[in-house]
């Protein structure tokens, strides 16, 4: 499975757009992009997700590059109750069964 | 739909106890996993199970043994509990293939002394 790079910490202000890096330079072909959060000490929630073109639902966009090596997960109006450790994993939906996740970014969005 | 359910929520151990973590999942998911997360750090892969009556080793296996007791159930068993195991413990599952949104139990918090 390919592995990701993300920053350790970001901050955002409340009201403002949080855009989350990922970098996944050796995705493959068959793989996804997945991102999760986990709120304090809950268990991960699902987020989003994207093979190469841009996604949105009611939680947030995932902006893919068209090189497939690097994305961006966009919260447009953070709040407060975002404040979370977000992660970025890359798994292909067949063959592998693993999800493994790193350490993801923990973002802080400040009132 | 009560989801992923892990029991119990909290565990006090001493070492060289042995314990198993349950969990079960009322989503008809043929995969489940159990992860470890350690303070300030990530989840790791302990170990999963892709369908029922398969087991596979994740990331940090050593000191545990699973059983996929049936489609709904994955144990986490620690047969000789060490102080190196103190960690939340996450249990989750997903359906195999194609969308593969995991679903995560609110955590089993074990401190072992």
């Known amino acids: 499975d390919a592995k990701t790079t993300q920053p350790p910490s970001m901050d955002c202000a409340e009201g403002r757009a949080a855009n989350l890096p990922c970098n996944h330079s050796?995705?493959?072909?068959?793989?996804?992009v997945y991102w999760y959060r986990q709120i304090h000490s809950q268990g991960p929630q699902y987020i989003i997700h994207g093979l190469k073109n841009n996604e949105t639902n009611e939680m947030a966009s995932l902006i893919i590059t068209e090189d497939r090596k690097s994305s961006t997960l966009i919260l447009p109006h953070a709040t407060l109750r975002d404040t979370a450790v977000y992660y970025c994993?890359?798994?292909?939906?067949?063959?592998?069964?693993?999800?493994?996740f790193g350490k993801g970014t923990k973002l802080t969005v400040n009132p | 739909n009560a989801g992923v359910t892990q029991t119990p929520k909290f565990q006090v151990l001493k070492t060289g106890q042995s314990m198993t973590l349950q969990c079960a999942q009322d989503?008809?998911?043929?995969?489940m996993y159990w992860y470890r997360q350690d303070p300030g750090m990530g989840l790791r892969l302990i170990y999963y199970?892709?369908?029922?009556?398969?087991?596979d080793k994740g990331e940090v296996p050593n000191g545990y043994n699973v059983s996929r007791l049936n489609k709904r159930e994955f144990s986490l068993r620690l047969e000789s509990a060490a102080p190196s195991q103190t960690s939340v413990y996450f249990c989750?599952?997903?359906?195999?293939?194609?969308?593969?949104?995991?679903?995560f139990g609110q955590g089993t918090r074990l401190t072992v002394v």
């Open positions: 994993i890359v798994s292909p939906t067949v063959g592998s069964e693993k999800l493994v």
């Open positions: 199970s892709a369908s029922e009556g398969t087991t």
């Open positions: 050796t995705i493959s072909g068959n793989e996804y």
């Open positions: 989750a599952s997903n359906s195999r293939g194609g969308f593969r949104e995991a679903f």
């Open positions: 989503m008809n998911h043929n995969s």
